[in-house]
Structures are given as C-alpha cells and as structure tokens.
C-alpha cells in the first residue's frame, strides 16, 4: 500500500496541466492557478507562443494581490469580453466576475485589457448578487441584478433586463423587460456574426422553455419558434435547434435537429428550412460552434464522437466530416466568429487529455497541448456493454479495466452516473482514478443514463418528472448487468455521483441496497419534497416536478430519499459529501439525510 500511497500522493501534486484558453481577437486568454498563484493568474498569450513547450504569459490580474489588497476571499468567476467590431481586432475591455467564497452570487468589475487594471469609474456591480450582465457596445451594458424588493424571481435570479448607459447610475436604467415572479429569470444579449450584430431578450419561464425576442430599434419582435428550441445567428442565417418535433414550413422536424432558414425572411413570415443534422435513434448533435464562415458541430454518435466542418458556398451547404479518435470524449470546442482556427481536447479513460488545434477546410489537426501519462495503462481496455433496463430499454455504458481472467467474487468496482438535465457522461482521463483505482486492479464503470443527452432531447426527456424513476431503473440495470456478466457482486460493487448524481446514487440504495457495497453521495439533492424552496431549486422544477401540485408530490414522493429511508432496512456504507458555500445545491440536504440515517 505504502508505494501506492507515495505515487498517488505524486500524482495529486502534479502540477501538469492544459491552460483552458478562449479566442479573443489575436490572443489566447487563459485563468491559471498553481502552488504559486492558489487564487490564479488571469493571463494571455498569442496562438504563436502558446504552441511553444512553454509559452510565454502577459498577466492580466493576479486575484492572490486583488484579494490581499481588499481582504477579500476572491474566487474567479470568469470575464465576459466585448465582441469585436471587425476580425481580428483586439477586445479592450471585459467584465470580470469575482466571487467571495466561490458562490454563485458575484461582484462584477469592468476591466481594461491593455492597461491591465480595472477602469475607474467603469462599469460596476459591488453588490453580490445572481448578476446576468452582458456586453452591449462599449458604452452600454444589459444587466439583471438583485435591486431590492420584488427584483428577484422565486428562483433567486434577476425579474428585469435594464439597458445601462456609462456614465449614468444604475438606478435610472430603463428596464426593457419584466419577467414574472414565477418565471427562472429574464436575460439579454447581443450576438455578433460577421459585420452584423443582433440584441436577443429571452424570457425563461424554466429550463428549455424560454421566450425569444429581437430588439429592433424600441420595439420587441417575438421570434416565432418553440420555446424548448435554441436559437443563433450564422451570417444571414437564423439556426434552429429543436428539442421536440416542430410542424413548420410543411413539415414535421424532428427533435434534435439543426435547421438553417434566412433571418429576415424567416422574421417576415416565410418558412423555408435546410437541415443542417437530423439525429437518429442512436446520435445525437452535442455542439454547435461559430467559425469565421463555418459552423463546427459535434455529435455523439452511439455515445463515441464526431466532428463536422460546414460551410456555405453561396448554392448550398458543404459538410466534411473532420478525422478524429473513433473512441472517446471530445470537449472544450473553443471558436470565435473571427478565427478560422479553433480547438478541442480528446481524452478517454487511458488516453491524457490532448489539445488539439484544427483550421476549417484543413485535413490535419496540430496537437498542441498534452498531459502526461500519470499511471500505467498497460492491458487496460475500455469496452461498451448494454443492460436491458425494467421497461426493455437498451443503457449503454462504458467499462474500463485490466485485461484477465475474472475473480472469484468479482473485482472492486466503481459506478459513476448522473442522468439528468440533458448531460452527457462521457469517458475521462484522470491521475487520480487512474493511479488509485484502475492501476491497482479496480474498474471503473460509467454509466449513460436516461435523463442525460446521450442520445439526444428524448433521452433526457424520457426520464423527466413522472417518469424520473427510469433513471435510478437504469443504473439499477447496469449494476445487475456487471454482476451477471461476472465482473463484480454487491459487496464489490460502489457508486458514485454529485448533484443529480448524488440523488441518483442515494435513491438507488435506498431502492435497492441489495446491490451496492458502498456509496459515495456528493453534493446531493435528497428531500425532494423541499427542494424547491431551498436556493436554487425552484429552477428545476422541469426537470422533476412541483412538489405543491399533488400530482408531482405525489410521484416525487416515492423515490425521495429523505423520505423513503428506512430503520429496518440494511443500508451498503454511504459516504455524505456538502459545502458550506453551495448556494445551487443547500447543504441541508446531506446533513439532513445523514442526520436521519444516525438517529435510524
């Protein structure tokens, strides 16, 4: 154990990773936190330097100084830049978000790129809040923040969007939009391609049901497309992806699909689409992403992924597939509608996390970026298996392990999961399962639940509210399937999940303790009847009910955690994991479910 213990140890000092960088105009912006710099470094580099072993940084802000200065616990929440006005140009002012303690809720700062400092006087929002604020033009910001009584929706979130002129208070921005109190939250936007520019308001009444808007000079004009569809701007094209089947322009189109249709045609009535992906039962399109005169998708295709190129000639549509890994998880698609480069990492359970940089039209990619190999991989292999789920249901998940013969009882196996809110599970890499538990002999299981986006806006939709029960179904399925293929029993057997996962796994043993070994719940939702009045909970109401419509309590009820455990029953060992400074997911949950299991 001890040789383990030391290398693990190593492997969780390592200082090796990706900078995770964002396109804007001629540099690369990157957040960094080393042993040196704990709160981080907010730096920029050029696409030149950073394909150098070991570029070099201009630094921006340094949080460990701010914080020190102010007596602050400052957390970086991320900047929003200004688009630029022509391709190439440089942004000069962002606004950046800080948070005390790493809420949710921020403080929000202008930001001058080339004086490197804030701007005095600039744009500024000192009161922490749920803040939606966006840029609008250099002088003018969209803002929603917390301006006392009745500002908030019952989510938390901002009710108004104000157009905020600089040089002017806050105060006397006029409010261009009010949601309703029972609405998520109200927004606003302005979205650039090419030389034009348009000023999006979206009224989100929950998740995937948002009312659009176009502002066209002072007047507010619908955009008549279903409220669980997504809208962008390409050119002189408005895309449409949909959620669920749309009757429009003589057709049905399916959920899921990417459609293309001229804006202004499309705005004055006119309904002529061109489908740009169309899923089918077993793909799904997972991103879409703003080239400079392409659109870069990607899709999961049987849960491995895909990656296409499209471009308009002036006639039509061009498509080319880009040539990638066939297994993996594809992720960080970085793009700017001014670049015809852009940049995306592959990693699987035994491949590092690489970076790779790709130009529209060009066959080959570059990598640029790399992690090191933190453990040894030798005769580990991923493959996929299905479990048949209660109602026939196929659930694919992935299994990584060390090639052999099989152990008598099975080996120590790890279940992680989470199916929910349309997210996808896909295989990582990581030094720490690697060096811990695939190394030594353990496997590791991921599961692709119903309720995820795995296979498109069905697949999640299929295992949503009433029919949420299908999700802790189907991970019960995939750890029946481990144990009748051989590869583990019960008592070898651990999950593992945070957020929706963390509800995953603890209703799962408390529905079938039978199964399970040992459960790690991390940040977990558990009294699902109370959920919605604790921080942002009422914001999920979509996804698993209104539990004061005794309709949903009524279903929500049954697989509850905090309601359902029981004293005679006998439980695997459960490990309870919270945060004082969660203000999304209440502490109140976990210390609420392990306070019940004690006194049982």
Same mark, same amino acid.
């Given at each position: ?184 939250? =109200?927004?606003?936007? &302005? @979205?650039?391609?090419?030389? *034009?520019?348009?000023? !999006?308001? +979206?009224?989100?009444? $929950? ?86 005169? =392409?659109?870069?998708? &990607? @899709?999961?295709?049987?849960? *491995?992924?895909?990656? !296409?190129? +499209?471009?308009?000639? $002036? ?286």
């Amino acid at each position: 154990f001890e040789p383990l213990r030391r290398s693990l140890q190593q492997t969780l000092e390592s200082r090796e990773r990706i900078p995770a960088v964002e396109q804007q105009g001629p540099h690369l912006l990157n957040f960094w936190r080393d042993a040196s710099h704990p709160r981080g470094l907010w730096r920029r580099t050029t696409p030149a330097e950073f394909r150098k072993d070991q570029p070099a940084w201009e630094t921006l802000l340094d949080l460990d100084a701010i914080a020190a200065a102010e007596k602050e616990n400052w957390v970086w929440k991320g900047a929003r830049c200004l688009a630029p006005e022509t391709p190439g140009a440089a942004r000069s002012r962002c606004l950046v978000s800080l948070s005390r303690g790493g809420a949710d809720a921020t403080v929000v700062r202008e930001f001058d790129l080339e004086a490197k400092r804030f701007v005095p006087g600039g744009f500024a929002l000192p009161n922490e809040a749920k803040h939606n604020v966006e840029w609008r033009d250099i002088d003018s910001l969209w803002v929603g923040t917390d301006t006392g009584a009745g500002s908030l929706t019952t989510s938390g979130y901002p009710r108004t969007v104000r157009l905020w002129k600089r040089g002017t208070p806050l105060a006397s921005a006029p409010v261009l939009f009010e949601a309703q109190p029972t609405d998520v939250w =109200a927004s606003a936007t &302005t @979205e650039r391609s090419g030389a *034009r520019r348009h000023d !999006w308001v +979206l009224r989100t009444l $929950g998740f995937w049901n948002v009312e659009r808007y176009l502002l066209r000079g002072e007047q507010l004009l619908r955009v008549q497309v279903p409220n669980d569809a997504t809208t962008s701007v390409f050119g002189d094209w408005l895309l449409v992806r949909t959620r669920t089947p749309w009757a429009s322009g003589g057709r049905t189109w399916p959920g899921g699909a990417l459609l293309a249709t001229p804006m202004e045609a499309f705005l004055k009535g006119e309904r002529r689409f061109e489908v740009l992906y169309e899923p089918t039962p077993r793909s799904a399109l997972s991103n879409v992403r703003e080239a400079r005169g =392409a659109l870069v998708l &990607t @899709e999961l295709d049987n849960v *491995r992924p895909r990656v !296409w190129e +499209l471009t308009h000639d $002036g006639q039509a549509w061009q498509r080319r597939r880009v040539a990638l890994p066939e297994q993996g998880t594809l992720g960080g698609l970085v793009t700017a509608w001014d670049s015809d480069s852009y940049y995306l990492t592959h990693q699987d359970f035994t491949t590092p996390t690489t970076l790779i940089e790709r130009r529209i039209g060009v066959a080959e990619g570059r990598a640029v970026k790399s992690l090191p190999r933190f453990y040894d991989a030798t005769g580990i292999t991923t493959v996929q298996h299905e479990a048949t789920s209660r109602d026939g249901t196929r659930i694919p998940y992935f299994v990584a392990l060390r090639e052999g013969p099989k152990v008598e009882g099975g080996r120590p196996t790890l279940l992680y999961g989470y199916g929910g809110f349309a997210s996808s599970s896909l295989p990582w890499y990581s030094g720490t399962f690697g060096k811990g538990w695939l190394e030594p002999g353990g496997v590791l299981v991921l599961a692709n639940l119903r309720g995820g986006g795995e296979f498109g806006p069905e697949w999640h939709r299929s295992a949503q509210r009433e029919n949420k029960q299908r999700t802790w179904d189907d991970l019960a399925a995939v750890a029946e399937d481990l144990i009748r293929r051989g590869i583990t029993s019960p008592r070898r057997l651990g999950i593992m999940g945070g957020s929706q996962g963390g509800l995953l796994v603890t209703a799962a043993m408390v529905q079938r303790p039978e199964l399970f070994g040992a459960v790690v719940s991390q940040v977990p939702l558990v009294d699902m009847l109370r959920y919605h009045q604790l921080l942002a909970g009422a914001s999920w109401m979509a996804e698993y009910g209104n539990p004061d419509v005794p309709g949903d309590r009524a279903f929500i009820a049954k697989y509850s955690p905090y309601q359902n455990v029981k004293k005679e029953a006998k439980y695997p060992r459960i490990f309870l994991v919270t945060s004082t400074r969660d203000d999304r997911v209440h502490p109140g949950h976990a210390r609420k479910m392990a306070a019940r299991m004690l006194a049982q």
